[in-house]
């Protein structure tokens, strides 16, 4: 349901911006979240945005550098990556949380989200 975009190779110090697309009604009504995973790492948690677009988090690694946002209108949520590093080569996955209520804040615990996309590779070359 969810179809993630935008990844790719960069250099260190250079920007990529994710987008996921989700269908209309599952969106609406969901917290979106950012994650990834490493080779040989457990899946962990990069950023979230509440269904109003109103409250985010994000991981203390990410904080200052990734940008997460939210286009209601058209069914997208973005990842800005900016100052890239390395280690922040991973697969990213953005996930959907449609049980969400409305004034509670994103979750970063991955169990809280139903939906996942396929996936898009982020390599950061030094």
């Known amino acids: 349901q969810l179809q993630a975009s935008g990844g790719g190779l960069v250099q260190a110090g250079g920007s990529l911006r994710l987008s996921c697309a989700a269908p209309?009604?599952?969106?609406?009504?969901?917290?979106m979240g950012w994650f990834r995973q490493a080779p040989g790492k457990e899946r962990e948690f990069v950023a979230a945005?509440?269904?109003?677009?109103?409250?985010?988090v994000y991981a203390d690694s990410v904080k200052g550098r990734f940008t997460i946002s939210r286009d209601n209108a058209k069914n997208t949520v973005n990842l800005q990556m900016d100052s890239l590093k390395p280690e922040d080569t991973a697969v990213y996955y953005c996930?959907?949380?449609?049980?969400?209520?409305?004034?509670?804040?994103?979750?970063?615990?991955?169990?809280?989200?139903?939906?996942w996309g396929q996936g898009t590779q982020v390599t950061v070359s030094s």
């Open positions: 945005i509440s269904r109003s677009g109103g409250s985010t």
């Open positions: 996930a959907a949380n449609p049980r969400a209520i409305l004034t509670s804040s994103p979750s970063s615990d991955p169990t809280s989200y139903d939906y």
């Open positions: 209309g009604r599952t969106f609406s009504r969901s917290h």
